[in-house]
């Protein structure tokens, strides 16, 4: 029975992520790697992956700690509007990411009533990936939270722990598997952003086009090579960036 439902798992896995995947890595080849490396290091699409990349770790930092904080306000804090909160954090999951984008314009375009005019720049792409990949950390930390026995940290004050040795001693080993966790999503997503970023960046080259509308330029001009192999560029980055974290959240949760 396990056989089979290992066979079950392992078949499923391969139609929804091993053969795609592979088609992708195949594809980049069938240009040869001369071409793959001509594709990456063109002015343009090499300014677009750079400010993809840049931004998906900046988002993904604020993430973490801005994260973190809403999750432990929301699970140890009473408050006036609390379940309100709870709501408007779960949006970005809920809005398809167009819509997401027409809010976002509508916000902070040239006509923005807050009176930010934020489009057609490189900052409307860290807002947009600020925007799409906020709930990520909250909704791994929260839980976590709320499982932490409070006794634990009673005890530890009582024995003349301080706040923050508590804190990495107790809660942090704790925290930190499902902020890793949250902070993969987070960078995963933001890396392959594109309908919420599409209507507020402009897409202007060389000062807010990103990775994946590059992506999409080369398809568009018959150059499946050339989309494969941005592809398979940001597919390392983001398997670089995941096993970063687990090595991070391991070492932490092993001190702790």
Do not use: C
Request: proline share 5%; glycine share 6%.
């Amino acid at each position: 029975m396990k056989q089979v439902g290992l066979g079950i798992v392992m078949l499923w896995f391969s139609l929804l992520v091993l053969i795609p995947l592979s088609a992708i890595i195949v594809t980049t080849t069938d240009g040869g790697w001369a071409n793959f490396w001509r594709t990456v290091t063109t002015p343009q699409t090499a300014h677009a992956i750079r400010l993809t990349v840049t931004a998906a770790l900046v988002v993904t930092l604020i993430n973490v700690v801005a994260g973190t904080v809403i999750a432990w306000v929301l699970v140890r804090d009473r408050f006036p509007g609390k379940a309100l909160l709870e709501l408007i954090i779960d949006i970005p999951f809920a809005l398809p990411t167009i819509v997401a984008g027409l809010v976002l314009l509508s916000l902070y375009g040239n006509d923005s009533p807050l009176g930010l005019h934020l489009s057609n720049s490189s900052t409307s792409v860290y807002l947009a990936f600020l925007f799409v990949t906020l709930p990520f950390v909250v909704r791994m930390v929260q839980p976590v939270l709320e499982e932490l026995d409070l006794d634990v940290e009673e005890a530890a004050a009582s024995l003349g722990a301080s706040r923050f040795m508590t804190f990495r001693r107790i809660i942090a080993p704790s925290l930190t598997p499902a902020i890793a966790a949250g902070a993969a999503l987070s960078f995963a997503r933001a890396i392959g952003e594109y309908g919420s970023l599409v209507l507020l960046s402009g897409n202007l080259p060389f000062t807010s086009e990103v990775a994946s509308v590059r992506i999409l330029s080369a398809i568009e001009n018959d150059n499946p090579a050339g989309a494969a192999s941005i592809a398979t560029l940001l597919l390392l980055v983001s398997l670089t960036v995941i096993v970063v974290l687990d090595v991070i959240q391991r070492k932490v949760a092993s001190r702790g």
